[in-house]
């Protein structure tokens, strides 16, 4: 199964620190932020993987290269110099991710959890890893019923961790450019195309200043 890391966001909450450096290429514990998540990604046995980027992407490939210093075989899917949202940069990397269900995962989160589990999920549309609403998110997206499907509305709703699993079909009637995978995934859910799990382990939203000292601090305490 191949992966992607979704790595074009501008980083606005995150400047001044992403004014000259892409979010991804931020240090935490002497390491890029991304280089975590890649090896991660390889020790669960997800060897190939794109990343998108848009903003300063040139960095990006720059400091990762083909991933052979990772064990990995990484390749990059552009998008210029404004992002084309979550589902439109996907769509721009479908034909490196190819037919398959495949992996995604936000660029900008650490967690410990055991990507090598998804290998054998099944896979309607798509199956996302939800965690408990952290105090920045605390509304939560989305519930997850006894049956292992999600729905909008429920009692308890928790948070998209930005992990995911995704069939290329659930992309098939969105045309090339800018889009928003909330919608694509909405659609989906209510047609019971979805599943997910609950993941109760470490796993943080870096997207402040704030919380990437927190991570450095859990990484190196």
């Known amino acids: 199964m191949k992966a992607m890391i979704l790595a074009a966001g501008r980083g606005e909450r995150m400047r001044p620190l992403t004014d000259y450096t892409p979010k991804p290429l931020l240090s935490v514990a002497d390491k890029p932020l991304i280089v975590h998540t890649i090896k991660q990604l390889v020790s669960a046995g997800f060897y190939e993987i794109v990343i998108n980027h848009a903003y300063l992407g040139k960095q990006i490939e720059d400091a990762l290269g083909d991933g052979e210093q990772f064990g990995a075989l990484l390749q990059y899917s552009p998008e210029g110099d404004e992002a084309l949202e ?6 721009n990397a479908l034909p490196l991710l190819g037919q398959h269900t495949f992996l995604v995962v936000n660029g900008d989160i650490a967690t410990d959890f055991p990507f090598a589990e998804l290998k054998n999920q099944t896979v309607d549309l798509a199956h996302l890893v939800l965690v408990d609403n952290p105090d920045h998110h605390p509304l939560g997206d989305f519930a997850l019923d006894n049956a292992g499907y999600l729905s909008e509305s ?7 961790s930005g992990i995911g699993l995704y069939h290329p079909e659930l992309f098939a009637d969105t045309p090339p450019g800018k889009s928003k995978l909330g919608p694509l995934l909405r659609k989906a859910i209510s047609d019971y195309h979805v599943t997910g799990q609950k993941y109760s382990g470490f796993w943080m939203d870096i997207g402040t200043p704030e919380r990437l000292k927190e991570l450095h601090q859990h990484y190196t305490q």
């Not at 979550?86 to 769509?91: E, K, L, N, R, W």
């Open 154 to 160: 429920g009692a308890a709703l928790l948070t998209f």
């Open 86 to 91: 979550t589902a439109g940069g996907i769509i």
